[in-house]
């Protein structure tokens, strides 16, 4: 097996021996996936998945990115907009369902605590999918608006408008649920 990587050289040795995402490339890919409101419990198959897909990328042969935090970071959004899907998707089924027996008593919670970081999570899943895949980007990944455009395929200007729309949406969001 050693003269098998042995002969392909020492980058593709490297590769298969090490993990593609170094420490702090991993706790960014984290951090965008649990803004991206991915529970605390996936993030761990998340991190695996972004793995996953820069060993492809490097099996398939073609090139590495330019920027691989970068490019973790905006795979990770990626992630995370799909589990909103399939959770919005899971969520009109148990609309469905929940119309069929009667409803539960749930307790409020009302820890002060919590309150801004329950009205961010909230404000950001109030968001389309590409506002919030950009915010979470710009202002938790701290890409510059370049990058984001690069990595997504769209114009900086797209980009810009996006964060300009998403920014303005959270802040009547948090005037509205007066906590700022």
């Not at 148990?94 to 002060?112: N, T």
Request: overall charge positive.
């Amino acid at each position: 097996m050693l003269r098998r990587r042995a002969r392909r050289g020492p980058e593709a040795y490297a590769a298969a021996a090490g993990d593609p995402l170094d420490a702090a490339q991993e706790r960014r890919v984290r951090a965008v996936l649990a803004l991206g409101g991915v529970p605390q419990a996936d993030l761990p198959d998340g991190v695996q998945q972004v793995r996953l897909r820069l060993l492809e990328r490097a099996a398939s042969g073609r090139e590495a990115p330019r920027d691989v935090s970068a490019w973790a970071a905006v795979v990770a959004s990626n992630l995370a907009m799909d589990w909103h899907r399939a959770k919005r998707r899971q969520e009109r089924l148990g609309e469905r369902l929940s119309a069929l027996r009667p409803p539960e008593h749930v307790p409020g919670e009302g820890e002060d605590t919590r309150l801004l970081s329950l009205a961010v999570a909230q404000g950001l899943d109030g968001l389309p999918d590409a506002q919030r895949q950009v915010l979470v980007l710009r202002f938790y990944a701290d890409l510059p608006v370049r990058s984001i455009a690069e990595e997504l395929g769209v114009p900086e200007g797209t980009v810009k408008s996006r964060l300009h729309t998403a920014v303005r949406a959270m802040r009547a969001r948090l005037h509205e649920d007066e906590v700022v």
